[in-house]
Nanobody, 126 residues
């Protein structure tokens, strides 16, 4: 079973940029999808971005389009989330998830993900 570990979360000021990383303990399966979700205090976990094995297609939540960029390096078993123009509403625990091949069409559904990391905190001050 592949394990995921996120890093890069910290406290930043609004308008700043930050890059999160998620390292898989082993090789992810060809055809897998990886995604970033976040959970703000007192709220449910929400989809942020997802990326296919070959890095196309890529999907984003409307709230982060144009500000966040997801990417993956399969040779390094690593998923990234480059975040720019951060706003206080981006404050949350950020989780990476892995969907094995053969799952349904909804990348935004948590139930479609097989493995989760432990999360990394991002706090954006105003």
């Amino acid at each position: 079973q592949v394990q995921l570990r996120e890093s890069g979360g910290t406290l930043v000021q609004a308008g700043s940029s930050l890059r999160l990383s998620c390292v898989a303990s082993g090789r992810t399966a060809v055809g897998s999808v990886m995604g970033w979700f976040r959970q703000a205090p007192g709220k449910g976990r929400e989809f942020v971005a997802g990326i296919s094995w070959i890095s196309q297609p890529i999907r984003y939540a409307d709230s982060v389009k144009g500000r966040f960029t997801i990417s993956r390096d399969n040779t390094q078993n690593t998923l990234y989330l480059q975040m720019s123009n951060l706003i206080p509403e981006d404050t949350a625990v950020y989780y990476c998830g892995l969907r094995n091949p053969g799952r349904g069409p909804s990348w935004a559904s948590q139930s479609e993900y097989d493995v989760w990391g432990q999360g990394t905190w991002v706090t954006v001050s105003s």
